[in-house]
């Protein structure tokens, strides 16, 4: 016998090839962050002295008003200030996300006001761009406490 011509070799057999849903790629359309246009706070009326009257919402937006009055002028009080919730002590107010930052130094900067011949001023429980974070801490440290 001759030796083999080359043609008359076997092919090598091709290596495999990745299957067609391996070699096919995800392709990102659209990347999108939640952002939300409001942050939040949980106020509460803080009494160095004897117990006092819960809080209203006419309270609370006349605390506000001269905390950001106080603190930034007439910039202060063009901030616009929802209240959401008064309840007992507590209250929930909504503002632009980019006021949360003066907003949380005009209210930790006020000295308070007197009602009833008692010294109240405003402490911030929380701030948050969501809601639902704020309000989950509430049930939390009922949680721990009893």
Sequence with gaps: MSPASPA??????????PSPAKSKKAHEL?????KSPYSYAHLELHS???????????????????????????TGLSMPLDILQ??????WVRLPREDLAGFAAAITAWQGAVQ???RVSLRI??????????VGREGEQRMWSS
């Design 48 to 74: 160095d002295s004897g117990p006092v009257a819960g809080l209203d919402a006419l309270q609370v937006r006349s605390f506000c008003t001269a905390a950001l009055r106080q603190f930034l002028g007439a």
């Design 30 to 34: 659209l990347t999108r962050t939640l």
């Design 116 to 118: 009833d011949g008692v």
């Design 86 to 91: 008064v309840s007992g002590h507590s209250c």
């Design 125 to 134: 429980r929380g701030c948050s761009d969501w809601l639902g974070a704020l």
């Design 8 to 17: 008359d070799l076997p092919m090598a057999s091709p290596s495999p090839s």
